[in-house]
C-alpha cells in the first residue's frame, strides 16, 4: 500500500508493515454514469396525478443508448384541442392506454435507484416536478436519484452568439441533432439525449469529468478558475497536506485532507462558497502536496506549514506563534509577570500558555486580585527601605506591602500554587464574587469577571493537558478506525511518525518499527518547545478520545492529568450558560 511510514522520515517501511489504507478515488466517471433522459406531454394543467398523457425515456452510459422508455398514459379527462394541435395526441390516441398508477411504477424500475444514475429533463422543473406530483398522488416513494437540466447546462455551454434562446427545437437545430424535437415525448428525450452528449463534450475540457463535479457545473463559476481544474492533477488519492503557491513562489493557503485530490478540485467547482478563498484559488498557479499515512499525521503537517510559511489566506496564520505565559519575576519580592517564552525546567512554576495577551491579561488581573500580591513594577530590596510609602493598595487590602515591611510576601504561596494549575482559591473567590455582581445586577461588571475566570480556568485546563505531552520523552498509542490500527509515536510532545496496521496483534510490531525508524527529538529547553501548541492540543485530544490504547512507554508509565483545572471550566460554562 502507497503512503509514508514516518512524518518526518521518507525512508521505506519496514518489510510487512501497512502503512496505508485505501481510499476512495474522486468520485464516479462520467463514463460510468447513468443517465435517463425524460420527456413528458401533459394536458397542460398543474402537476398532479391525472396530467401526464405521455411518458418518453433514454437510458444512456458512456454515450450509448442502452435502453428506451415510451407510453401513452390515460389521464382520465380529456385533452384540450390546443394540446392536442401541439402534441398531436388526441383524447381518443390515450382511451386505451394505461392509467399513470400502472405506469408509473414501471417507469421507476426503468430509472432504478442507483447513486450513479442521474435524471436528466430539458427544463427539469416542469418534467420532474410532474413526475414527483404524480408519485406523491399515488404514494409511491420518488427514486432517489441527481437531477439535471439541460436548460441550465446550455446557458453555461452554448452562448448566445451561439444560439438566439434554449429552447430544445432551437438549440436541436443549433447542434445539428439526428432526431428533431416534434412535442412528442420519445422524440423530444432522443433530441435532448443529444444536447447532453454535447454539452458534456464541452464541459471535459473545464475540467468536468466526474459526477461530483457534474453536480456544480450549472453554478457561476468564473471560466477561468474552471481551467485551473488541472492543478490537481498528480496530486494524491490519500491523506495529506495541501498547499496553494503563488506567482512569486509564496505559499498563499495551507490545507489538509483525507483525499487531497478530491478536495483540491473542489476549490474549482461552486463547492467553495468562501469569498476570500475563490480569491486566492485565482492567484494560485500551482498546488503541492505531501501525502501521509493518517488524517493526524496530516493535520500536524498543517499546523506546521502555517506556522513555518504564515500564509495570508489561512486564518489560523493570525495566532503568535510564541504564545504568551504568566510567571512570577525573579526578584526579592516577586510580581506576576507576562513572557513569550519559559524554560522547560521551570515549567511548573508558569500558568499558560495563553491564546493571545489579552487572556493572559484577564488572568493576571485576577490572580493579583485574588492574592494580593504586588502589582507596582519597582524592584524593590529584600529589607524594607525608610523612603518607601505604601500605596493605596495596601489599605484595600489588595497587597502585603513588603516596600514598607521587608517581609516576604505571604501572597507569594497562593501565587505560586495558581501558576502551578492549582486554581481552586482563585475559582471559588471569582465565582463568589460573579454571584454577587449578578445579584447586584452589575452585568456588566459581572460578564468582565467571567471573562477573567474564563481566561484562568481555560488556561489552566489546558496546561494540564500539554504538560503531559511536553514532559514525556516519547508516547505510543494506537487506535482502531475503518482504515485499521493507526499507530503514533510523539515524543516530547511533537508526533514523529504514524502508521496503520492491519490487525490488533499487528501494533506492537508496527509501533516499535515505527519508534526504530523516526528521528529523534532533544528534549526542548523551552516549555512545550517541541511542537506547536496546536499540534500538541491535537495529539492529545486523539491520545485521550475513546477507544484510543496507549502502548507502553520506555521510559516510565504515562501519568494521566488531574483534570482538576478542567473540571473547574466545565463548572465555569455551567454557571456562565444559568445565568444567561
Not at 444536447?195 to 475540457?205: A, E, K, S, T, V
Request: net charge neutral; hydrophobic share 40%; proline share 7%.
Amino acid at each position: 500500500m502507497a503512503g509514508r511510514l514516518a512524518l518526518e522520515d521518507a525512508r521505506r517501511a519496514p518489510e510487512g508493515i501497512d502503512v496505508q489504507m485505501s481510499f476512495a478515488d474522486l468520485g464516479t466517471d462520467l463514463r460510468n454514469v447513468t443517465f435517463v433522459v425524460v420527456d413528458l406531454e401533459t394536458t397542460g394543467g398543474r402537476p398532479g396525478a391525472e396530467e401526464i398523457t405521455e411518458i418518453g425515456a433514454v437510458k444512456s452510459v458512456g454515450g450509448e443508448v442502452v435502453g428506451e422508455f415510451a407510453t401513452l398514459v390515460n389521464p382520465n379527462q380529456p385533452i384540450p384541442p390546443y394540446i392536442a394541435v401541439l402534441t398531436g395526441i388526441t383524447t381518443a390516441m390515450v382511451m386505451e392506454a394505461p392509467r399513470i398508477a400502472e405506469v408509473l411504477p414501471e417507469f421507476f424500475e426503468f430509472v432504478g435507484a442507483s447513486p450513479d444514475t442521474v435524471l436528466v429533463a430539458h427544463n427539469a422543473r416542469f418534467d420532474v416536478g410532474h413526475l414527483k406530483a404524480a408519485a406523491a398522488a399515488l404514494d409511491l416513494p420518488f427514486p432517489p436519484v441527481m437531477t439535471l437540466d439541460t436548460v441550465q447546462l446550455a446557458r453555461r455551454t452554448i452562448t448566445r452568439d451561439e444560439t438566439p434562446n434554449y429552447k430544445l427545437a432551437t438549440l436541436s437545430r443549433v447542434i445539428a441533432t439526428e432526431v428533431t424535437p416534434t412535442h412528442r415525448a420519445l422524440d423530444d428525450a432522443r433530441a435532448t439525449q443529444e444536447l447532453l452528449q454535447f454539452i458534456l463534450g464541452r464541459l471535459g475540457p473545464l475540467g468536468v469529468s466526474h459526477l461530483e463535479d457534474l453536480k456544480t457545473v450549472s453554478d457561476p463559476v468564473p471560466y477561468r478558475r474552471r481551467l485551473k481544474a488541472n492543478l490537481a492533477d498528480g496530486l494524491p488519492r490519500t491523506p495529506g497536506v495541501y498547499r496553494f503557491i503563488g506567482p512569486s513562489g509564496d505559499v498563499l493557503y495551507v490545507g489538509t485532507s483525507v483525499n487531497v485530490y478530491k478536495r483540491v478540485r473542489q476549490y474549482f467547482t461552486a463547492a467553495e462558497k468562501r469569498t476570500r478563498i475563490a480569491e486566492m484559488v485565482d492567484l494560485a498557479v500551482r498546488v503541492e502536496a505531501t501525502p501521509t499515512a493518517t488524517r493526524l499525521e496530516a493535520q500536524a503537517h498543517e499546523l506546521r506549514d502555517i506556522q513555518r510559511f504564515d500564509p495570508p489566506y489561512n486564518r489560523r496564520s493570525k495566532r503568535p506563534q510564541n504564545r504568551p505565559w504568566l510567571v512570577l519575576t525573579n526578584e526579592p519580592h516577586p510580581r506576576l509577570s507576562i513572557v513569550r517564552s519559559v524554560p522547560a525546567h521551570d515549567l511548573h512554576n508558569a500558568l499558560g500558555p495563553f491564546t493571545t495577551m489579552k487572556a493572559a491579561k484577564k488572568a493576571k488581573d485576577l490572580l493579583e486580585r485574588v492574592t494580593n500580591v504586588r502589582t507596582c513594577t519597582n524592584r524593590l530590596p529584600l529589607a524594607a527601605a525608610p523612603r518607601f510609602r505604601a500605596c493605596s493598595l495596601l489599605e484595600m487590602g489588595r497587597c502585603s506591602a513588603p516596600c514598607v515591611t521587608g517581609e516576604p510576601q505571604r501572597a507569594l504561596e497562593s501565587a505560586r500554587r495558581a501558576l502551578s494549575g492549582l486554581v481552586d482559591e482563585a475559582v471559588e473567590h471569582a465565582m463568589a464574587n460573579l454571584r454577587l455582581l449578578a445579584s447586584r445586577e452589575e452585568f456588566e461588571r459581572a460578564a468582565d469577571e467571567r471573562d477573567r475566570l474564563s481566561a484562568l480556568v481555560t488556561t489552566a485546563a489546558r496546561r494540564e493537558r500539554l504538560t503531559l505531552l511536553a514532559a514525556t520523552a516519547e508516547i505510543r498509542a494506537t487506535k482502531q478506525t475503518e482504515h485499521g490500527w493507526e499507530t503514533i509515536v510523539v515524543r516530547w510532545g511533537r508526533l514523529v511518525g504514524t502508521a496503520v496496521a492491519s490487525s490488533l496483534h499487528e501494533v506492537v510490531g508496527v509501533a516499535e518499527a515505527l519508534a526504530a525508524t523516526t528521528p529523534a527529538v532533544d528534549e526542548p529547553t523551552t516549555a512545550c518547545g517541541a511542537a506547536p501548541v496546536d499540534e500538541m492540543q491535537l495529539l492529545y485530544d486523539w491520545i485521550f478520545s475513546p477507544g484510543t490504547r496507549l502502548l507502553s512507554s520506555p521510559e516510565r508509565p504515562l501519568a494521566v492529568p488531574r483534570r482538576s483545572a478542567q473540571r473547574h471550566r466545565i463548572d465555569v460554562e455551567r454557571e456562565h450558560v444559568s445565568s444567561a
